[in-house]
Every structure is written in C-alpha cells, then in structure tokens.
C-alpha cells in the first residue's frame, strides 16, 4: 500500500473523509461475497478504474506486486491440494485435476485453484482500494476522522503520526543501503543467521534514526504546546456535500444488488 499524499481535484479527492471509508468499508463486503474468481476480477477491474482515475502510477503498484509473486504462487498451490471437492457446491469445482500422493490422495481440484485465484484477485483489489484511500486522504482528513470517531486525541495523533512518518522511514531505509553498499557490505549472504547477519547494518542505523525523529518531533510538539489545551481546531471542518449523498447512495444501492445476487440468485459461488 502506498502511503504519501498525491495532490489532485478529482472527485475522490473533494469527498468527504467519512464517505471514503464507507466506501472502503463497503468495497470490503462487496470483496468477501463472491468466490468465484470472475466476479473478483470484476470488482478489481472497477476498483483500478479509480486508481487509473487519480492517475497513480503503474510502476508503483508494480513494486508492491513482484514481491508478492511467490507468496502468491504458495497460495494458489495450497488451496488447490488443500481443499477437498465437498467443500464446493458446484459439480465442476468438485473436478480432481490430480493426486500428488499415490491411492488417491492429496488431489488437487478444480475449485481449489479457483479459490486461490479469488484470494489473490482479493488482495490486490485490497492493495489497490487501500492505496486509492490513502493517496486521496490528507493525514488532518484522517486526524478529523478520528475526532468523530470520538477517538482520545493522544491515540490519534500517536496513529496519525505513524503513518505519516512510514514514507519517511522508507526514504531513510533506502539512503541507509544505498550507504552501506558504497561501504562494500553485502546482503545476499545464505543461510537464516547469513540473512540476519547482513540486515543488522540496515537495523542499527534504523533503530538510531527512528529514535533521533521521536525525539525531534517530541520537543517540536512541547515547543508549540502541544496538550496545553483540549479543544482541537481544524484548517477545514468536515461537512458533507451533495456528491457526498450521492456517492454514500452509490455504495448502498450496489451493496443491496450484490447481497441479492449473492443469496437470492446464488451466484458467484464454487
């Protein structure tokens, strides 16, 4: 998921922080009411028409994907041996492709490889639905969020302050290894202790930096009296909008149409 701000005057971005998160909110319903794999890839086709829509860069979610791949593969291999033709409803997903084990045992099915498409196809509509939250969200958008949540303050800022300081992190990583590289350290050593070993010049310098940061934004906080008083303001107070309604409308009407495919027409099932 990607985590810094991307200006832009979309739709998305003039929406109201709280409609943002019903909506993620009902993405995630809508996500875990099919297993059939067609209906994911509808839904993540329509959720990348918004990524597409606020112009975020493929390459980016490129570098969140490939190092998934392997994960993915393991998925896809353990649902497909591990799930066994009654757990599916359909004649067709009860099909055994093969046995791994001799007498018929450990068959791979139909449905399982099926299954374990939709839970990939799942994530990366995650990946994409989070990362379009969060580049359209301003962190006082996320701050005010939590106000009506009737959040205490000190969590939200703690929150707040945490996943702001992730790209920061980041940035700090990547100068750390790029610096330990020109120093001739290298990272590609084998064995669990070899791997360890060749991430504690990355850790120490992490650890330190993060604990330099704190610091620093600790005594920024006093210096500007943070605490003094209970009573938090905002640039911009939250207020729902017109396309707000329209939008909260949207995600019910869809909500109830997929709820009655699902159950009533019984569709989207293995």
């Not at 109201?16 to 890839?41: A, C, H, N, W």
């Not at 969060?134 to 929150?159: A, G, H, R």
Request: proline fraction near 4%.
């Amino acid at each position: 998921m990607l985590i810094e701000y991307l200006a832009g005057d979309t739709l998305i971005h003039r929406l109201d922080v709280r409609t943002k998160m019903f909506g993620f909110l009902g993405f995630m319903i809508l996500s875990f009411l099919f297993e059939d794999p067609i209906y994911q890839l509808i839904i993540v086709f329509c959720t990348g028409l918004l990524a597409f829509w606020i112009k975020i860069p493929l390459r980016k979610f490129m570098v969140m994907v490939v190092p998934l791949i392997p994960i993915i593969i393991s998925i896809i291999l353990m649902t497909g041996f591990t799930f066994s033709p009654g757990r599916f409803d359909r004649i067709s997903s009860q099909a055994v492709l093969f046995y791994a084990l001799p007498g018929d045992r450990l068959g791979a099915t139909v449905g399982g490889f099926l299954m374990g498409t939709t839970f990939i196809l799942r994530l990366l509509g995650m990946m994409i639905a989070s990362t379009v939250l969060t580049l359209t969200t301003t962190m006082d958008e996320v701050t005010q969020f939590f106000q009506k949540m009737k959040v205490p303050p000190e969590i939200s800022m703690m929150l707040t302050t945490a996943i702001r300081f992730i790209p920061t992190l980041d940035k700090k990583r990547r100068q750390i290894v790029e610096a330990q590289k020109a120093r001739g350290t290298k990272f590609n050593e084998k064995g669990i202790i070899g791997s360890i070993r060749s991430y504690l010049p990355i850790m120490i310098p992490m650890f330190i930096n993060s604990i330099l940061m704190a610091n620093s934004l600790s005594m920024a906080m006093l210096n500007r009296g943070y605490g003094l008083t209970r009573t938090w303001t905002s640039v911009r107070e939250l207020s729902f909008e017109p396309r707000d309604y329209g939008t909260i409308s949207l995600v019910v009407i869809l909500l109830t149409l997929a709820i009655f495919v699902r159950f009533k027409l019984n569709l989207g099932v293995l």
